[in-house]
């Protein structure tokens, strides 16, 4: 009788044990709020943000652009893309930095998950190519005004090309 006690006592000690290896058992000091979150995709988006915002904004590499912001719905897949200018550049430029940036922006996530391809000359890569891209290149002033922006474009999901230089918006009505 005593070494089934034994016996007894031994399994309910391992699967204790068993039981107490998952981290979030012990409750770590500190407000968990404030980590990064995440995503479902496996991406911290604000690192991603934080991370575009230094680099495409940067005056010494780039001193023609006031900001670069972005906004993606992850849920329809919708990236949105603009350039604000500090100075006149050629349409062919603003379009090369946007192609840039489209490129740069996937490349940012696929850095921190390798299931999203890096991009190509072909390809804007894993995560950018599964997104419907919507383009707008501005001098900062004429933000406001639709009719004096210098690059509007969409590219759809899947779809590669270049940032058109010549895709200009719509003289009459709203963004489609």
Known sequence: MNRIKKVTLILTVVCLLCGCTKSYIIK??????NLPQLSPEGILWEQVWEEF?????????YPFINSANGMIDTETKELQICLLLDEEISSQEAADFATEVLKGFNDLISSQNSEYAFSSDSSYGGYVSQCSVHVIVSMEEYMTDKSRW??????PAGEYRPVNPDAVPAETGEAE
Do not use: H, P, Q, T
């Open 28 to 33: 770590r000091e500190g407000n968990d709020d």
């Open 150 to 155: 210098m690059i509007e474009d969409r590219i």
């Open 53 to 61: 915002d230094s680099r495409y904004s940067d005056d010494a590499l």
